[in-house]
Structure formats: structure tokens, C-alpha cells
């Protein structure tokens, strides 16, 4: 039990870790203190369904439809590409609007559904939960269900220590200066996001 539970918790941290379309995302909600836990919890429940979905074999299904991974990956390119320009925009509003206190909260619909889209639309996800964890899932035999929970735990553990923890970081986002540079950063994390997405494709 507690050597799959460990490899899963250990790998899930690993390939969450790194800074990401969906991170910058859940960090820059996390430092307006809007509708955290509903995104924390939405990023974190779409992970532990596509793990689960990889561990019970759903990687074996998706090889055989390749024409489903090229149109997740267009359109996941769409929307960095989109969202990247938004941001951009953002930057160059009047430093006024960069305030969390003087902006208008956004809804929680829409919120929920760019972090959903920004889950769901990103093909990396499916490599990293569906193929990488499923595939290295294999390997457990009867410990498989300890490993998945193993890499379930560690996004909810991530995401939600983002989320929550980024309150710690509003001492220094007060100075509209540093939302400029947050909202500049976001925009090259989506459009080199875009990017790889594309290169990728070229050299497939």
C-alpha cells in the first residue's frame, strides 16, 4: 500500500510542478481570493478523472482514435493563444483595474469554466494522466488503485496549496507593477504553451 501510494504521490507532484497555463491560472485567482476553493477543487477533481481514466485502461482506447488528440490539440492552441492575448491586454489597462480590490470580481461560472478549459483543452494533460500515469500504473499490479490515489492526492494537494498559499504572496502583488508583470508572464506561459503544442505537432 504505501510504496504505490508513495511512487504515485512522488510522480503526480513531479509532472504538476512545473509552471503551466493551468497554474498560472490558479495563481493568479489565488492572489485575488476569488472563488478559490470551487477552482482549486475543479482542476483537482478533472485531474483524478483523467488519471483514473488512464489506470483503467483508457490510454489503450484513445490509440486508436488519433484523429481525437490532433483536434484537442488545435484546439487547445486556439485557446492559449486567445487567453495569452487577454492577458497581454490586461497588462496595459489602466493600473487602477491590476487592483484585486478595485476590479470587478468575475463569475463563478466563467472562472470555473476557464479553469476547466484550460484542463481539459491542454493535450500535455492527457500525456502526462492518461498515458504516462496509466502506463507506469501497469507496473503495481495489485497496487495499481494505491498508485492512482497516490497521483489524486498530489494534485489536490498541489492545487490547493496554490490556490490557498498565494494569500501569502499579496503583500508584494499591492504595486499595480506587479499584476502587469503577473498578467505579461501568464500571456508568455499561454503563447509558448501554444507553441510547443505546435512544434510538436510539426515534428509528429
Known amino acids: 500500500m504505501t510504496a504505490p501510494l508513495l511512487a504515485g504521490f512522488l510522480l503526480g ?10 497554474n498560472a491560472f490558479v495563481l493568479r485567482i489565488g ?3 476569488e472563488h478559490v476553493f470551487a477552482v482549486c477543487l475543479a482542476c483537482a477533481l478533472s485531474d483524478a478523472v483523467l488519471i483514473l481514466a488512464g489506470v483503467s485502461g483508457f490510454a489503450q482506447i484513445a490509440a486508436r482514435l488519433p484523429w481525437a488528440e490532433m483536434a484537442m ?10 487567453y495569452g492575448a487577454r492577458s497581454f491586454m490586461a497588462a496595459l489597462r489602466p493600473s487602477d483595474s491590476l487592483r484585486p480590490s478595485d476590479s470587478a470580481p468575475a463569475a463563478l461560472g466563467r472562472v470555473v469554466l476557464t479553469s476547466l478549459a484550460l484542463t481539459w483543452l491542454n493535450p500535455h494533460v492527457y500525456l502526462d494522466t492518461v498515458v504516462l500515469i496509466g502506463s507506469i500504473s501497469t507496473q503495481f499490479d495489485e ?25 501569502l504572496l499579496k503583500p508584494l502583488f499591492a504595486r499595480p507593477v506587479t499584476w502587469r508583470i503577473l498578467d505579461i ?3 508568455l506561459v ?5 507553441a510547443r503544442l505546435l512544434i510538436h505537432d510539426s515534428t509528429v
Open 13 to 22: 507532484l513531479s509532472l504538476i510542478l512545473p509552471i503551466g497555463a493551468q
Open 31 to 33: 492572489l485575488r481570493g
Open 73 to 82: 490539440r488545435y484546439a487547445g492552441v486556439a485557446f492559449l493563444v486567445v
Open 143 to 167: 497496487g495499481k488503485r494505491w498508485f492512482a490515489a497516490g497521483a489524486m492526492l498530489a494534485s489536490f494537494t498541489f492545487f490547493f496549496s496554490l490556490g490557498f498559499g498565494a494569500r
Open 185 to 187: 508572464a501568464i500571456g
Open 190 to 194: 499561454m503563447w509558448a504553451t501554444a
